[in-house]
């Protein structure tokens, strides 16, 4: 049974890990951060929030308006599509035609600068925008009327070169869009919070993202990610190496999931999972170690199910419904309490995913597959014919070893 005490001791470091990230997320959504939190001294500067678009998303025209509500001096909105016979289009058009007081502007272009999709649509959009600070926004999220004002508090600070939020899963109605909330309320909140507060490392969520148009020139502007799977993520990293700072704002945005399919669920997290392969090497093993629900329920698969094995499991899977169920109120998330009995079965399913990155590094992104490099750095992927399957293999091995 030496293997049993191994992950036992695994699962004993894992949950202290957890622990870890509860305080982190606490920390960062206590009423005592949100009364210390910075104050704006000059007049509020003009925004240009950058919306890319593309395909109807759960609750897309009550998460564009909550944008044009916004209770600020001066803005602009932006909606970016490729094509006008997107759906998304209607969507953007009901939005301009309802808020004729708002700067609103759509603009259609086939941009096809890079390989990735969302900076390809991102590119007309930044090329259109009027002011010099910059808001990029998806989708699928939805804030509330004092958003814009308070992120802004920041860049008071010009040693501030971006400001992203925390985000919050809200809204399943579906097993893939509570799967899909459950895991951001727990490990993407907790994980973000958690590099932020105790190891000072920038991880940015494309979700929102504010910052200068001269310190993005500065890194090499959008066409420097434009062939990056992880844009969001490696501009914050370039403007910290570039000397200056990253702020995890403690204001909450929601990212809204009601109908999620469970394929949904799968192919995003299978895709984060290949680009922090690629981007943190060995340590994504971290991720591994800190599934406190998987790693304890290993034994059960090599001794067979035992008084020990399962309670174990058991004990584990109960510490974590809590702690999710913490982390969900602390957050105020909109999910059932019954909902959170799902948590291990979650975690389950995430632990069998994590080894698919380490033997597949391809993605299929917006209907097109991509190999991912070093850094994330994306390139073509032959996805039909009879040497498909051979390419992947040769480019992947090239990619591991660039």
Same mark, same amino acid.
């Given at each position: 049974?030496?293997?049993?005490?191994?992950?036992?001791?695994?699962?004993?470091?894992?949950?202290?890990?957890?622990?870890?990230?509860?305080?982190?997320?606490?920390?960062?959504?206590?009423?005592?951060?949100?009364?210390?939190?910075?104050?704006?001294?000059?007049?509020?500067?003009?925004?240009?929030?950058?919306?890319?678009?593309?395909?109807?998303?759960?609750?897309?025209?009550?998460?564009?308006?909550?944008?044009?509500?916004?209770?600020?001096?001066?803005?602009?909105?932006?909606?970016?599509?490729?094509?006008?016979?997107?759906?998304?289009?209607?969507?953007?058009?009901?939005?301009?035609?309802?808020?004729?007081?708002?700067?609103?502007?759509?603009?259609?272009?086939?941009?096809?600068?890079?390989?990735?999709?969302?900076?390809?649509?991102?590119?007309?959009?930044?090329?259109?925008?009027?002011?010099?600070?910059?808001?990029?926004?998806?989708?699928?999220?939805?804030?509330?009327?004092? !958003?814009?004002?308070?992120?802004?508090?920041?860049?008071?600070?010009?040693?501030?070169?971006?400001?992203?939020?925390?985000?919050?899963?809200?809204?399943?109605?579906?097993?893939?869009?509570?799967?899909?909330?459950?895991?951001?309320?727990?490990?993407?909140?907790?994980?973000?919070?958690?590099?932020?507060?105790?190891?000072?490392?920038?991880?940015?969520?494309?979700?929102?993202?504010?910052?200068?148009?001269?310190?993005?020139?500065?890194?090499?502007?959008?066409?420097?990610?434009?062939?990056?799977?992880?844009?969001?993520?490696?501009?914050?990293?370039?403007?910290?190496?570039?000397?200056?700072?990253?702020?995890?704002?403690?204001?909450?945005?929601?990212?809204?999931?009601?109908?999620?399919?469970?394929?949904?669920?799968?192919?995003?997290?299978?895709?984060?999972?290949?680009?922090?392969?690629?981007?943190?090497?060995?340590?994504?093993?971290?991720?591994?170690?800190?599934?406190?629900?998987?790693?304890?329920?290993?034994?059960?698969?090599?001794?067979?199910?035992?008084?020990?094995?399962?309670?174990?499991?058991?004990?584990?899977?109960?510490?974590?419904?809590?702690?999710?169920? !913490?982390?969900?109120?602390?957050?105020?998330?909109?999910?059932?309490?019954?909902?959170?009995?799902?948590?291990?079965?979650?975690?389950?399913?995430?632990?069998?995913?994590?080894?698919?990155?380490?033997?597949?590094?391809?993605?299929?992104?917006?209907?097109?597959?991509?190999?991912?490099?070093?850094?994330?750095?994306?390139?073509?992927?032959?996805?039909?014919?009879?040497?498909?399957?051979?390419?992947?293999?040769?480019?992947?091995?090239?990619?591991?070893?660039?």
């Amino acid at each position: 049974m030496e293997m049993f005490w191994i992950f036992a001791g695994i699962t004993i470091i894992g949950l202290t890990g957890y622990v870890f990230q509860i305080v982190a997320v606490h920390s960062h959504t206590s009423s005592k951060s949100s009364r210390e939190g910075p104050t704006f001294t000059g007049p509020f500067p003009h925004v240009s929030i950058l919306k890319p678009l593309k395909g109807i998303d759960d609750n897309l025209f009550d998460n564009l308006e909550s944008f044009c509500m916004q209770d600020y001096p001066e803005f602009e909105i932006i909606f970016s599509l490729r094509d006008r016979n997107d759906p998304a289009y209607k969507v953007a058009r009901k939005i301009k035609d309802k808020h004729t007081d708002r700067n609103i502007t759509i603009i259609i272009e086939r941009c096809n600068d890079g390989l990735n999709p969302k900076v390809n649509n991102l590119i007309p959009a930044y090329k259109a925008s009027k002011y010099e600070y910059i808001l990029i926004s998806d989708s699928n999220v939805s804030v509330g009327k004092d !958003y814009l004002k308070e992120i802004v508090k920041h860049m008071d600070d010009p040693a501030v070169g971006l400001v992203s939020s925390v985000i919050r899963g809200v809204g399943g109605r579906t097993a893939g869009a509570i799967f899909e909330n459950l895991h951001l309320n727990s490990f993407v909140i907790g994980s973000v919070c958690f590099l932020d507060k105790f190891l000072k490392m920038p991880c940015v969520v494309g979700k929102s993202m504010l910052m200068r148009k001269s310190d993005l020139e500065a890194i090499g502007g959008f066409k420097a990610v434009k062939d990056l799977l992880a844009e969001d993520y490696i501009i914050g990293k370039r403007m910290k190496d570039m000397g200056r700072r990253v702020v995890l704002s403690d204001y909450t945005i929601n990212t809204v999931n009601k109908y999620w399919g469970m394929k949904n669920f799968l192919n995003r997290h299978i895709r984060w999972g290949k680009l922090r392969w690629r981007i943190g090497g060995i340590q994504y093993l971290s991720e591994l170690v800190t599934n406190t629900v998987f790693m304890s329920s290993v034994p059960v698969f090599i001794y067979g199910p035992s008084r020990m094995t399962v309670s174990l499991t058991l004990f584990t899977s109960s510490l974590k419904i809590m702690g999710d169920l !913490y982390l969900g109120r602390r957050i105020k998330a909109d999910i059932s309490p019954l909902f959170y009995m799902l948590s291990p079965v979650k975690d389950m399913v995430v632990g069998f995913m994590w080894f698919v990155p380490l033997l597949s590094n391809t993605v299929v992104w917006r209907g097109n597959r991509y190999i991912i490099g070093k850094a994330s750095r994306l390139s073509p992927c032959t996805d039909n014919g009879r040497w498909a399957w051979r390419y992947r293999i040769v480019a992947g091995i090239r990619a591991r070893f660039a």
